[in-house]
């Protein structure tokens, strides 16, 4: 939630400030005689507040360095002609690509900081964001007494205007719709105000018969800045959609890093059954922890007919699901059913529509030997007091036999990529609060490179032996329910209090879990409550630039088909959100995996300096450690220069060009050739 009262008073202060109309210094005439190097990098000058916060996040997370500059520190160095600028070699130097502000003068009137900054900008061609201001005449814009609008923004349907769409926003759909997730808390709230000569507006909403702007670019006294007029987070749906566009506009297009928006989702436990949880016992029969279970065990596992379903839906979304699949616990139930399996023939048969990925043979815990005689359980030891694991040997072949089976079915796999069942095997606090020793072997001894971890436990990526492991995100779509009723059941023990019949785990954790007001309705509650809550927690990491793939389990595609409404509401939204140029990248585990080596690699080389980046002219330079690759951003039209010639740079999205690149054979540096 924004600061309403703050920002009033912000906006009160800079109501008497005017910004100085800057004259060009001297240096200008050698930067025009000689062209400027410019680097890639942002200063960013930060006054605490949740709209510069939610900028930083975005140029951290996908690559873009910045320097930032803390407004509240006594020992924060002095924007001056010296800090922004200097002298390399005999070229001019901007040290910086693009400035963003708190608001267009968070100096106060008259200050020489923002005097600086102004003449840096007007010398060098650099661009400016205001992170959030009011609306007035300073920005470009009428106060908005005058046809427009100031209070809380909920619900409020903005547009990206004609400018917009052929200007930094031209990747989105059109529409920006503001969150809205309560109507108990205000969620945001910002300034309309009507355009003035010199102000182009790029997202507009309507106020009375009109329109007024909330973001648009100010030309003035030969400077640009872009003018954002509401107050956001890094998390709203609103900023998450023009965050890209933001820095597209003040790098004008040309910057290190990369954003891609990723939705990929395992279905876990393919060709096995999985436990059903019990309304009356509040548990699921079968698990160790459930009392009374004992002869009330259920399954839930697809059909014949479900799979069918899979299939036609796959090829209506255009979108492809990965298949992790338990061979070995598939044959069980074939054995136990006169040897007739229709589900798994249908979805051999269809096994080129899927991407498969191995789950171990039967699902087996790969960790500790598990005592469950007590809850929870624990690790069971020898004689000696050591703790007794799962062999070398045995996880192997779980690894191998399923591997077989698929070869043996015509299934094509990757052989680098394993998720465990449970994740078991990876370090499990507090029971088991290291990797089984015998679990890096195993995975050598099978070539995998990729191993799936549970991104709640665990969300960076680690080594695991000679493997990497990828986390997953986990959906709330529960492995033990086959119903929508049984869904908003299982939902309501966790998360109601015990006054109101559940389990009470919310109040007693109310860190990390809040209480429904009401138990759910158990026939309504899961389409009505629990879908749109998934989809927009499942849309948020979408739109967040995290490549971490989703996971869900076979019993979710069976019976009501949980799954689908959560999907298509994900799906639908994105596409009406989004033009054809930014579609979802439906990404394997093994390119997540080496996405996020890529990135830990480039940000650590970030943090310690090693890289040198800047534009000179149309010519931009990238030099990087060796064998750290780059992640570079760049205009259509944009070529790589290689030893003899040219190729085009990256690959197309969003509108721009992208990729991880390096220097080629005999190069030192990564050289691109601007339009």
């Known amino acids: 939630m924004v600061n309403k009262n703050r920002m009033n008073r912000v906006a009160a202060a800079m109501a008497a400030a005017t910004l100085m109309s800057v004259a060009v210094p001297a240096a200008s005439a050698e930067a025009a005689a000689v062209t400027p190097r410019i680097d890639l990098r942002v200063l960013v000058v930060d006054d605490g507040g949740s709209s510069v916060e939610a900028i930083t996040a975005e140029l951290r997370d996908t690559g873009v360095p910045y320097t930032r500059v ?32 708190p608001n267009e003068n968070p100096f106060g009137a008259g200050s020489a900081e923002m005097t600086a900054l102004a003449a840096y900008e007007t010398t060098y061609g650099i661009r400016q964001v205001d992170a959030y201001t009011w609306s007035h005449p300073g920005v470009g814009l009428e106060y908005t007494d005058n046809g427009g609008y100031s209070g809380t923004l909920d619900g409020t349907q903005a547009a990206v205007t004609a400018a917009g769409k052929t200007g930094p926003f031209g990747y989105l759909g059109g529409q920006v719709t503001f969150e809205d997730n309560s109507p108990l808390v205000p ?14 507006s790029y997202l507009d909403a309507p106020v009375g018969s009109g329109r007024a702007s909330l973001v648009g670019e100010y030309a003035h006294d030969g400077r640009s800045e872009l003018v954002v007029t509401f107050g956001y987070n890094q998390y709203q749906q609103q900023f998450r959609l023009l965050a890209r566009g933001i820095v597209e506009w003040l790098t004008q297009g040309v910057h290190l890093g990369q954003e891609r ?50 299939a036609q839906w796959q090829t209506s979304k255009n979108f492809k699901l990965d298949m992790l699949f338990n061979a070995g616990a598939g044959e069980e139930w074939k054995t136990e059913h006169g040897g007739v399996d229709a589900m798994t023939a249908q979805l051999v048969a269809d096994r080129a529509k899927y991407r498969w990925m191995n789950h171990t043979y039967t699902h087996p815990f790969l960790g500790c030997v598990q005592d469950t005689t007590t809850s929870p359980w624990t690790c069971k030891k020898n004689a000696q007091g050591a703790i007794q694991y799962m062999s070398r040997a045995e996880i192997s072949a779980q690894i191998r036999d399923n591997n077989n089976w698929a070869a043996g079915k015509g299934i094509t796999t990757d052989r680098t990529e394993l998720v465990t069942g449970e994740h078991s095997g990876l370090k ?9 020793p015998n679990l890096a072997g195993a995975l050598a001894d099978n070539g995998v490179k990729w191993a799936g971890s549970d991104n709640s436990r665990e969300p960076a990526q680690r080594a695991v032996g000679a493997a990497l ?95 689908y409404p959560v999907l298509n509401q994900v799906l639908d939204t994105y596409r009406t959100l989004y033009a054809p140029s930014a579609p979802i990248v439906n990404q394997t585990m093994k390119d997540t995996g080496v996405e996020l080596t890529r990135r ?38 944009t070529k790589k220069q290689l030893l003899l010639g040219t190729a085009d740079f990256g690959t197309a999205y969003a509108g721009t060009r992208s990729a991880w690149t390096a220097p080629e054979m005999l190069q030192s540096a990564v050289t691109l050739k601007l339009l």
């Open 70 to 101: 803390d407004l509240g520190s006594s020992s924060r160095p002095v924007l001056n002609a010296a800090y922004l600028s200097d002298t390399v070699d005999g070229r001019p130097r901007a040290k910086f690509q693009g400035v963003v502000l």
């Open 261 to 310: 928006n990723y939705f990929a989702v395992h279905v876990d436990d393919v060709f096995a059954p999985d436990a059903r949880w019990s309304k009356e016992l509040n548990c699921t029969p079968g698990d160790y922890a459930c009392a009374g279970g004992e002869g009330q065990e259920s399954t839930i596992r697809m059909t014949a007919a479900d799979a069918q379903y899979a």
């Open 600 to 637: 830990a690699a480039w940000d650590k080389a970030i943090a310690n300096n090693q890289v040198t980046a800047y534009r000179i002219g149309k010519d931009v330079t990238v030099k990087a450690p060796s064998g750290v690759v780059a992640p570079i951003t760049a205009p259509n039209g």
């Open 187 to 200: 969620e945001s709230y910002g300034f309309m105000g009507k355009p003035r000569t010199g102000y182009t």
């Open 428 to 436: 499990t606090a507090p029971q088991q609060p290291v990797d089984n």
């Open 469 to 563: 492991t990828v986390p997953r995100h986990p959906m709330n779509v529960y492995y033990n329910t086959g119903t929508n009723a049984e869904m908003a059941d299982e939902y309501n023990w966790i998360y109601s209090s015990r006054a109101d019949g559940g389990s009470g785990a919310c109040e007693d954790n109310p860190a990390t879990s809040t209480c429904l007001p009401a138990p759910l309705d158990v026939n309504t509650g899961y389409t009505n409550y629990i879908v749109p809550q998934e989809a927009r927690t499942a849309l948020r990491h979408v739109l967040a630039n995290d490549p971490r793939p989703h996971y869900v389990h076979q019993s979710n595609l069976a019976e009501d088909r949980t799954l």
